[in-house]
């Protein structure tokens, strides 16, 4: 008995030691932050989506029609796409309609990025978007269509699970 105990102990303070030695896989959040390179996309022409990060949509609003294809892909999943009407001119958009998405309700499958086939809904590598109201969670069309900021202090290094610090 008192010699599993205490080999449970060295076995405890062995993994420990060995680990002290590791570099961390963990980030100081918000201090440090990941940079993230690219987000998802999906080429309809290839039929062929981009491994990128799936964080908040980005939407080029001179290329949105207002088909709707976006929100029916989305129905049975999240149901969080309204197409809404927008302000200004809009020549390829007759209705002035387009995607307005609840942050509250999105999976972020990309589905909806998948059934563009105007090239112009795909996602960024934005990944913070909490919010104290959850009535911000939702996105106008103008504001998904404000690119990100750059933001990340700590890079993924290729080949390796997690983000390491040098
Ligand atoms: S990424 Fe979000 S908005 Fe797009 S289909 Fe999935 S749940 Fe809907
Ligand atoms: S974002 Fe794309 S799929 Fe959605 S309404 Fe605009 S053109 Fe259609």
Not at 72 to 77: K, P, Q, V
Not at 87 to 104: A, V
Not at 115 to 121: E, Y
Request: aromatic share 12%; glycine share 8%; charged share 25%.
């Amino acid at each position: 008995m008192i010699y599993t105990v205490i080999k449970a102990i060295f076995i405890a303070f062995a993994v420990g030691i060995r680990n002290i030695f590791k570099k961390r896989m963990t980030l100081r959040y918000p201090e440090e932050k990941l940079e993230i390179d690219s987000g998802y996309t999906f080429d309809y022409k290839t039929d062929t989506g981009s491994p990128g990060f799936k964080g908040r949509h980005i939407l080029y609003t001179d290329k949105c029609t207002g088909c709707s294809l976006c929100a029916i892909a989305c129905e049975n999943i999240a149901d969080c796409i309204d197409m809404v009407r927008v302000e200004g001119n809009w020549p390829i958009n007759e209705r002035s309609i387009m995607p307005q998405i609840d942050y509250g309700r999105c999976v972020f499958c990309g589905f909806c990025v998948d059934a563009c086939p105007f090239d112009c809904l795909f996602m960024t590598p934005e990944y913070e978007l909490s919010v104290t109201d959850k009535r911000k969670l939702v996105h106008t069309p103008f504001q998904l269509a404000v690119f990100p900021e750059k933001k990340g202090t700590v890079k993924l290094v290729p080949g390796k699970r997690g983000a390491h610090h040098d």
